[in-house]
């Protein structure tokens, strides 16, 4: 705490907010593009091993593995098999939520204890084609992970699956007829709702707008108009760009919910969709007390450092400061640390000459 606020950035107690991450090679041309197809070769390989060792588990034990690492030794003999070869860090994941306990683990399993509740809703919704194990470490222009899919299919995707379900199931005709038949199944089930806003952009897709229209028609006839459900028509309308139609809605919205802030934040959104801007900054002010903050000196407060000795904003007014929140839980946070150091080197040495 006490080395980060006696670092260089904010004039006159101000927030400035630096956004310094520093974007990954992408592969390119000769070697590194060799290079690069030779380790979703092997990833890919490794990601079919496991799966048979999955499938050898499960016939023994009825069950998933809580872990990869369970797999090891009887089911997967080589535990190298767990390390993608892309994978600079040889196992040490970015999120503690995700770390194996037993050994490192390059691959995102999606069915350990903290994740499988969630991830058998979204089983019942999509089957089997859902991802079950990801490797996130061959990212570049082309895909964002590359699965190992319950049924023991490979596929690459985009990082987040959900937005994408052709790339699931092969086409955009496969997903359309994959939701349409769980939708069939669970016509009341508010668990599959959704899956509403993906379908009515495939339908757009293909050029089905009537089908469109009978499901955004299905989802406004619910008479449970919670959160949730204005979170599913803003998702639903917004595919198809039908803002004014929108508008009505939230409008109403805000009359069952004043003070909620999604409401409020996606009437900002809708208001500069529609062109405007003084409402949709109105509304911004309305979802966010601490926008009016924004640009000006920067409320006195009082900490304990990491010795444990009182540190107190207000006496380091007059001097440049940065403050950055982040949190041990958030492993995206840890990993920009390295850039902020760079920042703090660069801007202190500025401020010293200046």
């Keep these: 705490m006490k080395a980060i ?7 006159g107690s101000s927030i400035i907010f630096l956004n310094a991450d520093t974007p990954a090679e992408k592969p390119n041309g000769g070697l590194m593009m060799e290079q690069h197809e030779k380790n979703i070769e092997v990833c890919t390989q490794n ?19 809580d872990w990869l690492s369970d797999l090891h030794p009887k089911y997967l003999p080589d535990a190298n098999t767990l390390i993608c070869p892309a994978d600079e860090e040889s196992g ?3 999120f ?9 683990v390059s691959y995102g399993y999606q069915f350990h204890p903290e994740y499988r509740k969630e991830k058998s809703k979204q089983r019942e919704i999509y089957g ?10 061959h990212q570049n222009e082309d895909f964002g992970c590359l699965n190992l899919s319950f049924s023991s299919k490979i596929y690459k995707s985009s990082a987040v699956w959900e937005s994408m379900p052709e790339e699931l199931y092969g086409s955009p005709e496969a997903a359309i007829t994959a939701f349409e038949d769980a ?3 669970h016509p009341d089930d508010p668990r599959f709702f959704e899956v509403y806003p993906q379908l009515i952009r495939l339908y757009t897709k293909v050029g089905n707008e009537q089908s469109a229209n009978v499901l955004i028609e299905r989802l406004k006839s619910g008479t449970t108009k919670d959160l949730d459900y204005y979170r599913m028509l803003f998702g639903v309308l917004g595919r198809a760009e039908r803002y004014e139609e929108m508008l009505e809605a939230f409008k109403e919205a805000e009359q069952q919910h004043p003070d909620a802030e999604p409401i409020l934040w996606r009437l900002a959104h809708i208001y500069r969709k529609l062109g405007n801007i003084e409402l949709a900054d109105l509304y911004d002010r309305k979802a966010d007390p601490k926008y009016e903050l924004w640009g000006k000196p920067v409320p006195a407060f009082s900490a304990t450092d990491l010795d444990g000795n009182p540190i107190s904003l207000q006496d380091y007014r007059g001097k440049v400061v940065l403050l950055n929140f982040w949190g041990v839980w958030c492993g995206f946070c840890i990993v920009e640390m390295p850039n902020l150091k760079r920042v703090y080197a660069t801007y202190t040495k500025v401020w010293t000459i200046l």
């Design 183 to 185: 939708l069939a199944r």
């Design 96 to 104: 503690s939520l995700n770390t194996d306990p037993k050994l490192p």
């Design 47 to 65: 990601l079919v091993t496991i799966g048979k060792a999955i499938e050898a588990y499960k016939k023994e034990h009825g069950d998933f593995p």
């Design 92 to 94: 040490k994941t970015i």
């Design 5 to 11: 606020l006696t670092a260089a950035m904010v004039i």
């Design 128 to 137: 089997d084609v859902m991802p079950l194990v990801r490797c996130r470490h």
